[in-house]
């Protein structure tokens, strides 16, 4: 994961998952979020780094390498997020008033389409945006009882909720043991 201030007006947080298990799945995704990271440093648009980084991605389709990407932007000055999924899982924004929004994904992973869809979301003063691995939220045999659990901690800092989150999906009744990340925002 990577989670970044970027032009001290925009915060970036993502999650890559490589495909498969192991050393390879974990080499995949430590690129990607390297490139990513490089290519933001370099004041390149999100829009611009993903688009670079898919091409690489699919160009190099005879090695059939691919990772998931959860790609969020926050613009801090204007509240609004830009969600980019590629094979992501759903990333959920708890609201004060109990609701919660899921940006679910619609592409395949990175590599395999040659665009990636953008969502915009106005984000709530108190929001919690919670971006996971598909380790955690489709994993876990109830994904509805987690979303309570959450609700129920949100009073908690960011950083405790998402160990707290980790710590519930590793006891919770899996569908197969798989990794998890969380990141956990909120939004003041």
Do not use: W
Not at 39 to 49: F, G, I, K, M, P
Not at 76 to 96: P, V
Not at 100 to 120: A, M, T
């Amino acid at each position: 994961y990577l989670i970044k201030e970027v032009n001290s007006s925009k915060l970036i947080s993502i999650i890559c998952d490589g495909m498969g298990k192991g050393m390879n799945a974990s080499i995949e995704s430590s690129l990607t979020l390297k490139l990513l990271d490089n290519l933001t440093n370099a004041s390149v648009s999100s829009d611009t780094a993903l688009q670079i980084l898919n091409t690489f991605y699919y160009v190099q389709d005879y090695e059939e390498k691919y990772t998931t990407l959860d790609y969020l932007q926050i613009d801090q000055r204007s509240g609004e997020a830009l969600f980019y999924k590629a094979g992501a899982t759903t990333s959920f924004i708890f609201h004060d008033n109990g609701s919660v929004d899921k940006i679910e994904n619609e592409n395949l992973p990175y590599g395999l389409n040659e665009l990636i869809d953008v969502k915009r979301i106005k984000l709530r003063q108190n929001d919690i945006i919670v971006m996971s691995s598909d380790g955690v939220f489709e994993n876990v045999s109830n994904s509805k009882d987690l979303e309570e659990f959450i609700l129920g901690i949100r009073g908690l800092d960011a950083q405790k909720m998402a160990y707290e989150i980790l710590n519930y999906s590793r006891y919770a009744d899996v569908l197969s043991k798989d990794d998890m990340s969380v990141i956990v925002l909120k939004v003041f």
